[in-house]
């Protein structure tokens, strides 16, 4: 089984600043993937990757960056981080062909004060 | 509206007695994925389906891919069945991207 990993776990930011959220997967697959969680909306896609060097706008993508350097970490970068942004953030695997089953890290909570 | 509709978005069962939960798409889906999300926050596999039915133990979920639905079926449950269980399907593409919804929050009482 996929083991995903995200660091930090837990995060106060202030209005205006650079967050940093860090996802590692162990499973060698080639696509990742953040998301972010509210209440009331489910689970939401905001950048993608298909491999090292690639990344690809979500359904949400504004006012956030992504990096992926290796096959094995992908990270999401808030450059000005904003109230709105305040969320429990998601890092998933998986890999096309077959079974494309997603694996899901433990959450990043993300207060944006 | 949303891709994914899922019903319904709240149940409460007594400890042995079973229910199905229900995922609608709007649009044609490759594979449906369901998870539990547990009280940690932490989002756990159940299953993936392509097609057809899958069992693991109480739990079987059926995915119709012509009709555009997908069900998950909890038997005998259990206190530790509690959560918030969401259905996400994967649209066609190589990017295998999931659309979740919104969720039903189950709660099981002795």
């Known amino acids: 089984e996929a083991a995903v990993t995200q660091s930090p776990r837990n995060k106060v930011a202030v209005t205006g600043g650079k967050v940093t959220l860090s996802c590692n997967q162990t499973?060698?697959?080639?696509?990742m993937y953040w998301y972010r969680q509210d209440t009331g909306h489910g689970l939401r896609l905001i950048h993608y990757?298909?491999?090292?060097?690639?990344?690809e706008k979500g359904d949400i993508p504004d006012g956030y960056k992504a990096s992926r350097p290796s096959q094995e970490n992908f990270s999401l970068i808030l450059e000005l981080a904003t109230p709105s942004q305040t969320s429990v953030y998601f890092c998933a695997s998986g890999d096309i062909g077959g079974a494309n089953e997603q694996y899901f890290g433990p959450g990043t909570r993300l207060t944006v004060l | 509206g949303d891709q994914v509709e899922q019903s319904p978005s709240a149940l409460s069962l007594h400890e042995g007695t079973g229910s199905a939960l229900r995922c609608n798409f709007t649009t044609t889906m490759r594979a449906v994925q369901w998870f539990q999300q547990n009280s940690r926050g932490s989002l756990i596999n159940l299953f993936y389906l392509a097609s057809g039915t899958k069992e693991n133990g109480r739990l079987k979920s059926t995915f119709n891919s012509k009709e555009s639905y997908s069900t998950l079926h909890i038997r005998d449950a259990q206190l530790e069945d509690s959560g918030t269980y969401f259905c996400a399907a994967e649209s066609g593409g190589s990017n295998a991207k999931l659309t979740f919804g919104k969720g039903t929050k189950l709660s099981v009482k002795s």
């Open positions: 990757s298909y491999g090292a060097g690639s990344t």
């Open positions: 499973n060698n697959h080639n696509n």
